[in-house]
């Protein structure tokens, strides 16, 4: 498959394998995609969704680990006083004059 180029860079050649060729066929074929640099950029944009929620779940589970730490050190907050901030903070943000 070539890519066009584009402003910053040339035209680049991707060698697909037959399973690769199959799906991108497959895809025009269904009239999902008029081209196959409009499949190969829902590729891109698939991985790059990919990566971001993996990158979201690497940092939820950091701050799992960190509140983890805190609670073996005794740092905790009952969830009534909790949720009373919560419920304070919200309508302080729903009503800033009050």
């Known amino acids: 498959m070539k890519l066009k180029a584009n402003a910053y860079s040339p035209a680049m050649t991707i060698t697909l394998t037959p399973d ?42 950091r701050e799992i680990d960190v509140g983890l730490e805190e609670l073996d050190r005794g740092e905790r907050l009952d969830g009534a006083t909790v949720m009373r901030e919560l419920i304070e903070k919200n309508a302080r943000r729903l009503n800033p004059t009050a």
């Open 20 to 61: 690769q060729e199959k799906l991108v066929a497959e895809r025009l074929g269904q009239g999902s995609y008029r081209s196959p640099e409009q499949v190969a950029a829902a590729a891109f944009s698939a991985l790059e969704a990919e990566e971001a929620r993996e990158r979201k779940l690497a940092e939820l589970r």
